[in-house]
T-cell receptor
Framework: TQLLEQSPQFLSIQEGENLTVYCNSS?????LQWYRQEPGEGPVLLVT?????EVKKLKRLTFQFGDARKDSSLHITAAQPGDTGLYLC?????????????FGKGTKLSVKP | EAQVTQNPRYLITVTGKKLTVTCSQN?????MSWYRQDPGLGLRQIYY???????DKGDVPEGYKVSRKEKRNFPLILESPSPNQTSLYFC????????????FGPGTRLTVL
């Protein structure tokens, strides 16, 4: 089973700062998804990346998929308190039960005003 | 509004007392699944369903049952709950097993004493 390592585990920053969180795998991703989970809610899909080297932007969030498709990063520019949450990466586990998403343990981000 | 609903949102019960957590989606999705989320372990799939009357085990199915009699509903049944099933549970749905947009419910926080 593929393992997804996310780093850092915790991140506490001031409003306006930039940050990057990472998701790495022991093997090649087929595709990778990023989710944000706010306290008391379920995860919400932010983006899916499929092609090695792909870069996607979602307002102040920039998602990058490594050329070798074994790593991905999420960069947030000028973080705001509303960005606070748990950021999860996930990959479809084609080797296991159909449609099962394998999740990393997440990066817990806190943005202080 | 497209959504996945779960009930109850919070439940405290005692060991051995059967309980059911309901899940319903209004998007006519074929694929539904249940996850549990635990500190340090992340999100893990319990059971999934490819369509009506088609269910199968995920990564951590022990102690759980599910049924899919109608497309919109996918209840999670704990016949004899134990303290190690204390967790945060999420129902999720998407159009098919290999489609990328997965919608999560708001979660059910279960405590088994």
């Amino acid at each position: 089973t593929q393992l997804l390592e996310q780093s850092p585990q915790f991140l506490s920053i001031q409003e306006g700062e930039n940050l990057t969180v990472y998701c790495n795998s022991s093997s090649v991703f087929s595709s990778l998804q990023w989710y944000r989970q706010e306290p008391g809610e379920g995860p919400v899909l932010l983006v899916t990346v499929v092609t090695g080297g792909e870069v996607k932007k979602l307002k102040r969030l920039t998602f990058q998929f490594g050329d070798a498709r074994k790593d991905s990063s999420l960069h947030i520019t000028a973080a705001q308190p509303g960005d606070t949450g748990l950021y999860l990466c996930a990959e479809m586990n084609y080797g296991g039960s159909q449609g099962n998403l394998i999740f990393g343990k997440g990066t817990k981000l806190s943005v202080k005003p | 509004e497209a959504q996945v609903t779960q009930n109850p949102r919070y439940l405290i019960t005692v060991t051995g007392k059967k309980l059911t957590v309901t899940c319903s989606q209004n998007m006519n999705h074929e694929y539904m699944s249940w996850y549990r989320q635990d500190p340090g372990l992340g999100l893990r799939q319990i059971y999934y369903s490819m369509n009506v009357e088609v269910t199968d085990k995920g990564d951590v199915p022990e102690g759980y049952k599910v049924s899919r009699k109608e497309k919109r509903n996918f209840p999670l049944i704990l016949e004899s709950p134990s303290p190690n099933q204390t967790s945060l549970y999420f129902c999720a749905s998407r159009p098919g097993p290999n489609t990328d947009t997965q919608y999560f419910g708001p979660g059910t926080r279960l405590t088994v004493l």
